[in-house]
């Protein structure tokens, strides 16, 4: 029957169902509203889920496992309630209903033009063809079920019903669907009453009958709304089933001709409940259709409705609004929604709760979800009569009729009706009194909406509103009626009954706004969702038209003390912040600020509040850009008010610190709130509580049970942002080879791991791990321009130095002042400047600015005036302005400060008001005064006799000028006062007075039964919740006014925000971590810690934050407790694995931290051998055994997993980067020594790090050079250090380390001029150098040996090193050692000298022999290294790496310089420094025989470099006293200065005599070192120097140039000069001192006398020093002792002279010239001894102060140096050679005088006391007198007057021999001469 039916209709095929029908098929049984069904409805066909609702099949409906309404606590439930009675089948139906998504881009499918006639069975609402109809009752009545709309596929049982009617629109339906309904309408006794009934309804089923009425649904409608009026049960039951199916064929859709109406549409009931019918006959406009129909179905309802008639209401206003092809709108759409709402709320029926709560949250999906289908698309289809029309720019006659409308509609419903849904009409006209905040309930939308928008700008006047705008105007009322909702107060009765009206009301309203959060954020965020207003056509985001709604409701609900209320509000704030944080930002602040971080920090909050809280923080630490965000926004945004995610951490960092208490018991805990419980909870008590479960929702009900769960909750928080930090911070670091891994590693910590230790994760962050499958996701690959890291860096700078200067201020104003000026915070020192910003500052303590303000100095009280006239006091009372003027400031004590701030006051007001009662300024400043006065005596508890109005009017009489005030403004003023306190705003939020429990007995029994900390909760909640909205209204006015600046938002993409995060953050991390680590045994929590750990140390290795790193891994190297074994436990062990995890995956990064890693690596084989019974000794715990570890704790830690990671630490170090295994390197030296020293002198000494050492260098030896070289640094310095320990065990260990690594490094090949081996080799020599065990030492030899047997040819640098050793074991006391050593050397030099010569170490080598030839302990080895140190010099020439060859000629200066210096260095060195005498004197002579023999080969420039560096050097200890340092003794300087250097100066006149042509270009260097050597104290080392140089000149004679002679004259001249004692006529040394005489004093020097000491004299000036210094007896000795040694030296310098100008050879040869100057000299000297010695009161002098021990005098030095001048200007004036000649005039200007002056000196001498003198000078005469003789006739004749008298005069005296003879040799000339005596002719 069926498919002929089918068949006949032609109907479309069975499988066209879905894509051709609107109207969804189910069978009618119980609404199942299942959680998919409400989450994916939006995608559905609405008419089918409208066809899902039951009817009023109650029984069926119930499900089986209902509980009774005492149940109901609020808890989340599954949506599903029971779905067991529904067979598959239908369970199949509702999936495919819920499956068929509606493209956003399509039209709904419109029903086909010809549809199948539907065949209803009387008694059924059965359609579905597969199950068969099976009439039940309904509520117990026998009536039948009205009919559910269907399509083709209903079964029929009427055979005369076969005909459809055709509507407008091309549809056709069955008109049993209507003709059924009619029927019973005829049928029924109230159409027997009512005539307009039955004949409405007679003339529709007439129209039916006759298939007229498809286009005219009004007159088919008129039945149906009168028998709905009639309020018959029977009757609107069938009525309102028939009107859902016609609804479902779109019956009621009327041609779009009746569509011009205005919007909102006016209300149906404005003619009065009987009179609609005529409506289209007035002059009103008549209403849509569509508005008709809801008007009626929602007029059937009301608080007296029977329940099946309440179910048939839900059915047909969840058809008409989930229509695909009928829109409603505005106010007919709230209309539906109220109904539904009111409808959950009154109905005691469970079924009808459910099918109403079900029905709602589809209504509201499918309002939002159409809103994103029809996005973009304007479609002109059936809606109410308020859709497509222009809106007038104001209100019109007409528009208020229709407010009028519907606020009769309103007045009419039922009192809890109009209390529910008096909020649910916006648009039009509300009255103040039901609502419950008048500031936010406003008439219009224009006005309820913020102003500005940016797509305002780009609108026209009068705009067209498309279905999209409508859709999202829709979508704004529902929600701003909902959030309305949500904000009705609970008396305290409904807070405590679940079941009350208020509570269902609030929690379903609650849940709805939270379901449209969870399902249509989209719709928030979208910039292009914009709301129109009705009356100035302004745009405005949708986001910011419900802002103030959704934040108000969060206000009022967040603190609500009811569990399931602030539950919901929770989550609603987190799908906030989650979803809406871009846009609203400062919303965010205030409501984190003021409400969540409060209530985390209250003590009255429960528990419970905690969890909730840490639950949803938990979220955001999971979502790591969320995170981010928070940090840039709040915490660097110098207007936010706090540092929120600062703040934040710290609170969760304590709450994860909570102290633990005994009693808490670990098993009274859920394992974690994260893992939730299986429970059932049943789905009646859901309904009847208005909770819906919504996805991603927290489960609650196992939160808040214990501080232990809230301390592990707190724990999870913390891990979760250090896992988010991770994620965001370091993806991008990452190389490709690491970012596989990391990807792995992502997705196990965000997706198991933060399933398993924290709450659910957010579906947002599912979608991006989903989609990107890596962690890489979160954050994008580039950065945006706008996310600026340093910008951020110095705006959180700034934040934080604004806060340290808030600080200081509330200190001490004046230092916080001047911290903020000079940190630029405050613009500019002026008072202007600062009282700006201490009028606009957030922070500041208002009792400091008063302070500040009120300060006496004129500066203060600029800063004080600027302030007050910052104020704006216009247009107030004066009451009022001073309110205003003291919520600026708290207003100091003193009366001064006081009377100052009035005067200002009383100014600005009058200059700021012109209408006031004062006549001046005074009288304002009096009253003030007086309120101020007044305000304190009318509300300090402290004064007992109050002020009355009498006495405050007295008080203040003729203060105006004279006269009084009005009486009525005083009185005024005073009841003001006396009514309302004058109280800054932030005191009166403090003065809550939390309920205390005071003491005694009554108090007790007075607080029985009271829950005083939910009192306390309350008291703070509530001014929470008022302050929060204060600052919610203040944001709205600024933002209506457009100031948004500081509202910008900031995504973030940069990791390097991570950084700055984890720096203000790592101390709460820190202590949030460790905390419960060290209280806890829970491995759970201990494994969190540990992660915790992990990847705070994985930031801070990544961002090198050494500080912190060096915290956290010492902090968990603590926790390994591997330094005391006895209290080790399991949750040691797993933070040793951590440890090592931490050092295998960070090395590179962790630096310093190192340390603390490889100290537990080695504590831990320190526990093992202990554990393993070996006996380890420990010197740092004497006298004390450690305990043992646990049997399982050490079989643990021998297991595989931490004797693989302990291993992997250093087999893995080669993959450590350059700088990281240096670090690494130095950290294992380190622990290795405290091994080492620990260990003592032990048989078996800890070397298990270095064991460690030494594997590490075979791991890393393939390193590049560089890194290895920076690496053997470290490693050589500690073998250095281990190779010489005390303990010979340890030092030999380390040795053959060293030589297997060596053997092993010698095996690569090392290119020419590197030196890897040299440095490599080092610790060989440092070891032999400072370890004095003799065993060590030869070990040292040994491992030589064996390396240059087996790695001879592979040796390169290495041979410096070796030779180096050899030369250390040289020096060595043990006799074997230095024999060795030699033997090794004799053997190298042997055998592998032409290898030593390629690879550079030829120097070494020599040195190496050198210092054996040093030695003086076996003078053998030394003899027999001088001769291998000469015997090196024709192996050197000869070999040809070497390329010396005696006949070649000159060399090549660097040849010369590599090959033959070294040698002769070698023999410089042991001149020198060798302590044998014998071979001291073998490399003298070696030395200068190589020379002469081989000189003749060296390039000038080479000399150059021996005379420098090797010659001359020798002496340089008669420069420099430094240089006497290498001696012991003075002894052994004199015995080398007496025999080497006395040899060695000689053999260098010898040289220099050799190579004069070579050596002449160094003569001055020579003739230098000759001064040198005769300028001494010591007089055998001047008779030698004057010795050479005699020799020198006398055997160089005829060799040396005028210049030359020139030089030599000079350096005598500089002689004479420099031993000239000019310090004897120095009158100072004559003064008499109190100590005694010089000769008194004991000579420290006699012991000294025979040893030879170099003391360079220092050439004092010609003239004795003018300024008068005090001399000591000991500075006058050491004076007069030089004056002594230069008397001595001149007499010296004068004998050198005459014996080398007596030479023939000399004389001949030296210029006359340079004679002269010698003769100039010489008689500076004679003169200088004849002034000396003709004082005879200076003599005297000296002689008295103790110069001598006889008188003093110079007679030889005036005798000898006369008799020179003498004998040479006599040799030179009779000089026949030219140059003489031409010098004679000169020769005898000097001859002349000075022979005169001896005769006369001599004549003078008196034969008894100068018989010395007479001695001395007796020659000097005779030679005077013979020269005489010798003059030619033309000069004796021309000197004859002067000698003349003096040659007579001699003959007075009794004269010597020789003067005798002179004197007759004169006479006989004078007689010649003067003709006297003829001269006979031969």
Same mark, same amino acid.
């Given at each position: ?18 894509? !051709? ?314 209309? %539906? ?90 648009? @039009?006209?509300?009255? =103040? ?68 009206? /208020? ?59 009811? =569990? ?106 859920? %394992? ?188 203060? @009280? ?143 029994? %007075? ?136 050092? @295998? ?131 050589? !310095? ?104 030699? !033997? ?56 040809? !790496? ?340 031409? /010098?004679?005039?000169?020769? %005898? ?51 004859? =007057? ?41």
């Amino acid at each position: 029957m069926v498919d002929d039916t089918v068949t006949e209709s032609g109907g479309p095929p069975t499988n066209s169902m879905v894509d !051709e029908e609107p109207v969804g098929v189910c069978k009618e049984k119980p609404i199942v509203v299942d959680a998919d069904a409400i989450h994916e409805v939006e995608d559905a066909p609405p008419s089918a889920v409208a066809a899902a609702l039951p009817v009023d099949d109650t029984d069926e409906a119930r499900p089986a496992s209902s509980s009774p309404l005492s149940e109901v606590a609020g808890e989340h439930v599954e949506t599903a309630p029971d779905v067991s009675h529904v067979s598959q089948p239908e369970v199949q139906n509702i999936d495919t209903f819920v499956e068929v998504p509606l493209s956003s881009k399509q039209v709904p499918p419109t029903p086909p033009e010809k549809s199948p006639r539907l065949q209803l069975h009387r008694g059924s609402t059965d359609v579905h063809p597969a199950t068969p109809s099976t009439p039940e009752k309904a509520n117990g009545h026998d009536e039948p079920r009205p009919q559910t709309p269907s399509s083709a596929y209903s079964s029929s049982s009427a055979a005369s019903h076969k005909r459809s009617i055709t509507i407008s629109k091309g549809y056709t339906v069955s008109v049993v669907l209507i003709s059924s309904a009619l029927e019973i309408i005829l049928a029924s006794k109230e159409a027997k009453r009512s005539t307009a009934l039955r004949e409405s309804a007679h003339n529709a089923l007439e129209m039916i009958r006759v298939g007229q009425g498809g286009d005219r649904p009004r007159e088919i409608f008129e039945p149906l709304r009168l028998a709905c009026e009639t309020r018959s049960e029977k009757l609107m039951i069938a009525s309102l089933d028939c009107i859902s199916k016609l609804i479902s064929y779109s019956f009621f859709a009327e041609p779009s001709s009746a569509q011009t109406l205005p919007s909102p549409p006016p209300s149906p009931a404005l003619q009065g409940r009987h009179s609609i019918a005529g409506t289209s006959q007035s002059s009103l406009p008549q209403p849509s259709l569509v508005d008709l129909v809801v008007h009626t179905v929602t007029t059937c309802h009301n608080d007296t409705s029977p329940e099946t008639v309440s179910l048939q209401v839900v059915k047909a206003l969840l058809s008409i609004v989930l229509s695909p092809t009928i829109y409603v709108h505005h106010s007919s759409l709230l209309k %539906a929604v109220r109904t539904v709402y009111n409808v959950f709320l009154l109905s005691t029926d469970l079924v009808n709760q459910m099918v109403a709560q079900g029905g709602l949250t589809q209504m509201v999906h499918h309002i939002f979800a159409r809103c994103r289908s029809l996005d973009g698309i304007t479609l002109r289809s059936h809606v109410s009569s308020d859709t497509l029309t222009s809106i007038p720019a104001s209100g019109s006659p007409r528009t208020d009729i229709q407010n009028n409308a519907v606020e009769n509609l309103t007045a009419e419903a039922s009192p809890l009706e109009s209390a529910v849904d008096m909020t649910l009409h916006p648009g @039009v006209s509300i009255p =103040p009194s039901s609502v419950h905040d008048p500031d936010v309930a406003q008439e219009t939308i224009s006005h309820a909406l913020p102003a500005t928008h940016e797509a305002a700008e780009n609108e026209h006047t009068a705009r067209e509103l498309s279905t999209h705008d409508m859709f999202i105007k829709d979508a704004f009322l529902v929600f701003r009626a909902l959030c309305k909702l949500t904000m009705k107060p609970l008396n305290t009765e409904s807070e405590r009954d679940l079941k009350s009206h /208020a509570m269902r009301s609030k929690l379903l309203s609650l849940h709805l706004v939270l379901t449209i959060l969870n399902s249509h954020m989209a719709l928030f965020i979208d910039s292009k969702a914009i709301i129109y207003s009705s009356s100035t056509n302004e745009a405005t985001t949708f986001v910011q038209a419900v802002n103030q709604y959704l934040c108000l409701s969060l206000s009022r609900n967040a603190v609500s003390p009811v =569990p399931q209320v602030f539950e919901v509000s929770v989550e609603i704030f987190w799908r906030v912040l989650s979803g809406m944080r871009t846009k609203l930002k400062k919303e965010i602040e205030v409501l984190l600020h003021e409400i969540f971080v409060p209530i985390l920090e209250m003590k009255s909050s429960t528990l419970k509040q905690k969890a909730v809280i840490i639950g949803m923080l938990s979220r955001l630490c999971q979502d790591p850009q969320a995170l981010v965000e928070i940090y840039l926004n709040y915490d660097c945004d110098s207007g936010a008010i706090d540092n929120i995610y600062e703040h934040l951490m710290n609170i969760i960092s304590k709450i994860a610190t909570l102290p633990y208490t005994s009693s808490q018991q670990k098993t009274n805990d859920p %394992a974690s709130p994260a893992l939730p419980p299986q429970t059932k909870s049943s789905a009646s008590t859901a309904h009847v509580s208005g909770a819906l479960a919504v996805s991603g929702t927290m489960d609650t009900s196992t939160m808040g049970l214990s501080e232990g769960q809230l301390r592990r909750q707190g724990l999870e928080c913390l891990v979760a942002v250090l896992r988010s930090l991770v994620t965001w911070g370091t993806a991008a670091g990452k190389t490709p080879a690491e970012s596989a891994t990391a990807d792995t590693a992502s997705r196990s910590q965000i997706g198991e791991e933060v399933a398993a230790d924290a709450m659910t994760p957010d579906p947002s962050l599912d979608g991006l791990i989903a989609s990107a499958g890596s962690t890489e996701a979160f954050r994008q690959s580039t950065p945006d321009i706008a996310d600026d890291p340093s910008r951020f860096e110095s705006a959180k700078q700034k934040k934080t130095t604004l806060l340290e200067g808030i600080k200081k201020f509330n200190f001490k104003p004046k230092r916080g002042i001047q911290f903020l000026v000079e940190t630029e915070l405050i613009p500019g020192s002026s008072p202007r400047d600062i009282a700006g910003f201490l009028l606009t500052t957030d922070g500041l303590s208002k009792s400091m600015i008063g302070e500040y303000l009120g300060e006496g100095d004129e500066y203060n @009280v600029a800063i004080m005036h600027a302030f007050v006239d910052f104020l704006d006091f216009r247009n107030l009372g004066f009451v009022d302005a001073v309110r205003v003027f003291l919520q600026a400031f708290r207003l100091p004590g003193e009366a001064q400060k006081i009377d100052r701030f009035m005067l200002k006051f009383a100014e600005r007001y009058i200059a700021g008001n012109a209408q006031t009662p004062f006549k001046n300024a005074d009288a304002a400043y009096i009253l003030a005064y007086s309120i101020i006065l007044l305000n304190t005596d009318a509300h300090s508890p402290q004064i007992k006799n109050r002020m009355t109005k009498a006495d405050f009017i007295k008080n203040n009489r003729g203060i105006n000028d004279g006269e009084s005030l009005p009486e009525e403004f005083l009185s005024a003023i005073f009841h003001d006062i006396q009514g309302n306190e004058i109280r800054m705003k932030d005191e009166v939020d403090a003065t809550i007075n939390l309920p205390s429990m005071g003491p005694g007995l009554a108090n007790v029994l %007075a607080n029985v039964g009271r829950d005083l900390q939910k009192e306390a909760y309350v008291m703070q909640s509530n001014g929470m919740a008022n302050k929060t909205e204060a600052l919610f209204r203040t944001l709205m006015r600024s933002q209506r006014r457009g100031s948004r600046a500081g509202d910008q938002y900031f995504s973030a993409s940069h990791f390097i925000h991570v950084r700055p995060m984890f720096e203000v953050a790592w101390i709460p991390f820190l202590a949030g971590l460790s905390g419960p680590l060290q209280n806890t045994d829970d491995l759970e929590i201990v494994d969190l810690c540990l992660d915790g750990f992990k990847n705070a140390i994985h930031i801070v290795c990544f961002f090198d934050l050494d500080l912190e790193r060096n915290a956290f891994v010492s902090t968990l190297a603590k926790f390994t407790f591997l330094n005391n074994f006895g209290e080790m436990k399991t949750k040691n062990m797993d933070a040793i694995k951590t440890l090592l995890d931490i050092a @295998v995956n960070e090395g590179n990064n962790l630096k310093g931290s190192w340390r603390d890693v490889l100290s537990c690596v080695s504590q831990l084989e320190h526990m093992q051998l202990i554990s393993g019974g070996v006996e380890v000794p420990d010197s740092g715990k004497k006298g004390r055994s450690k305990k043992l570890p646990a049997e399982e704790l050490a079989n643990e830690s021998r297991s595989t997993h931490i004797t693989v990671a302990a291993d992997m630490v250093f087999s893995l170090s080669h993959y450590l980067s350059g700088t990281a295994i240096v670090d690494f390197a130095r950290a294992l030296c380190d622990v290795s020594w405290e091994e080492i020293q620990s260990s003592g002198i032990s048989q078996h000494p800890r070397l298990f790090s270095l064991q460690k050492l030494v594997e590490i260098s075979y791991y890393n030896m393939n390193r590049i050079r560089l890194e290895w070289s920076n690496l053997w640094d470290i490693l050589g !310095e500690h073998f250095n250090q281990v190779c010489c320990h005390s303990n010979p065990h340890v030092g030999s260990f380390a040795l053959d380390s060293l030589r297997q690594l060596s053997m092993r490094f010698l095996e690569k090949e090392e290119l020419p001029h590197f030196k890897f081996q040299k440095d490599f080799l080092k610790p060989f020599e440092y070891t032999m150098v400072h370890n004095a065990n003799p065993d060590i030492r030869d070990m040292v030899l040994q491992c030589l040996q064996q390396m240059i047997q087996a790695r001879v040819q592979n040796m390169r640098s290495g041979w410096r090193t070796l030779f180096g050793v050899f030369s250390a074991a040289s020096k060595v006391l043990t006799e074997r050692i230095a024999n060795s050593a030699f !033997e090794i050397v004799t053997r190298l030099n042997k055998e592998h000298f032409t290898a030593i010569v390629r690879h550079g170490a030829f120097a070494d080598l020599t040195v190496c022999i050198t210092e054996f030839c040093k030695v003086s302990k076996y003078q053998k080895i030394s003899l027999l290294a001088i001769g291998m140190l000469r015997g090196v010099i024709p192996v050197m020439l000869t070999c040809p !790496e070497c390329a010396l060859s005696p006949g070649v000629g000159p060399q090549g200066d660097d040849i010369m310089i590599r090959f033959w210096f070294p040698v002769l260095f070698g023999f410089y060195d042991i001149i020198m420094n060798g302590e044998d005498l014998e071979v001291r004197r073998l490399a003298l002579d070696s030395l200068f025989s190589t020379l002469k023999t081989y000189g003749s080969s060296f390039t000038v420039e080479f000399w150059d470099t021996v005379c420098k560096e090797i010659l001359f050097p020798i002496f340089a200890v008669l420069k420099s006293s430094q240089d006497m340092s290498r001696f012991n003794t003075q002894e052994d300087m004199s015995v080398w200065l007496s025999t080497t250097m006395i040899q060695a100066l000689r053999d260098l006149i010898d040289l220099y005599t050799f190579f004069y042509d070579t050596l002449e270009r160094f003569l001055d260097g020579l003739l230098e070192l000759l001064c040198v050597c005769i300028c001494q104290e010591n007089d055998t080392l001047a008779r030698i120097g004057t010795s050479c140089l005699q020799q020198f000149l006398e055997n160089n004679v005829q060799k040396l140039s005028a210049v030359q002679w020139e030089r030599v004259a000079a350096t005598f001249v500089k002689l004479y000069r420099t031993t000239t004692p000019h310090q004897l006529f120095d009158d100072s040394l004559r003064e008499e001192m109190d100590g005694g005489t010089v000769s008194d004093l004991p000579d420290t020097n006699d012991s000294n006398d025979q040893a030879i000491i170099p003391a360079p004299l220092s050439p004092t000036g010609d003239q004795p020093q003018p300024q008068q210094v005090k001399h000591t007896l000991g500075d006058r000795r050491r004076i007069f002792k030089q004056i002594i040694v230069k008397c001595v030296l001149q007499l010296l310098l004068i004998e050198t002279t005459n014996d080398l100008l007596r030479n023939d050879a000399v004389y001949t040869t030296i210029p006359p010239e340079q004679l002269l100057r010698l003769m100039g000299v010489l008689d500076h000297s004679y003169q200088f001894a004849r002034m000396f010695n003709d004082d005879k009161e200076l003599r005297t002098g000296l002689w008295k102060v103790g110069f001598m021990k006889h008188l003093p005098n110079l007679l030889k030095q005036e005798s000898s140096s006369a008799a020179t001048l003498v004998h040479i200007l006599l040799r030179m004036y009779f000089d026949e050679r030219p140059e003489h000649q031409n /010098a004679r005039p000169q020769i %005898a200007e000097r001859l002349l005088p000075l022979g005169l002056s001896v005769l006369q000196d001599y004549i003078k001498l008196r034969a008894d006391t100068q018989a010395k003198n007479i001695t001395a000078w007796t020659p000097v005469v005779a030679e005077i007198l013979d020269g005489f003789c010798r003059f030619d006739n033309k000069a004796f004749v021309r000197y004859l =007057p002067a000698i003349y008298p003096l040659a007579t005069g001699l003959l007075a005296r009794d004269v010597a021999p020789e003067i005798r003879l002179g004197l007759k040799m004169y006479f006989e000339r004078v007689g010649r001469t003067q003709g006297i005596v003829v001269v006979e002719a031969s």
